[in-house]
């Protein structure tokens, strides 16, 4: 079964891989799997699939996400 998706390409989630210190909360409480872990750090895999909730925002515990709902 094909998964709902968002609008492409107008999803303003950004990380900031400077930062990310590899904690694996991002992968695990985005309902999307907009995250996959790579080489210890957080990637996005699936940037179309962001849905802009913030729970990634809220449980990253160095800032190294950001969205920005309603923008796009
Ligand atoms: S804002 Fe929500 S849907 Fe988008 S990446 Fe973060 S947790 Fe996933
Ligand atoms: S929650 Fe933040 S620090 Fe943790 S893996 Fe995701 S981006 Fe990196």
């Known amino acids: 079964m094909e998964s709902l998706r968002y609008l492409e390409g107008v999803s303003t989630l950004e990380l900031n891989s400077a930062l990310c210190v590899g904690c694996n909360l991002c992968t695990q409480v985005c309902p999307h799997h907009v995250f996959e872990m790579a080489d ?33």
Request: with cysteine.
């Open 40 to 72: 210890g750090k957080a990637e996005i895999v699936d940037i179309d699939a962001c849905m802009e909730c913030g729970a990634c925002v809220n449980n990253c515990p160095v800032n190294a996400v950001s969205v920005h709902p309603g923008v796009g």
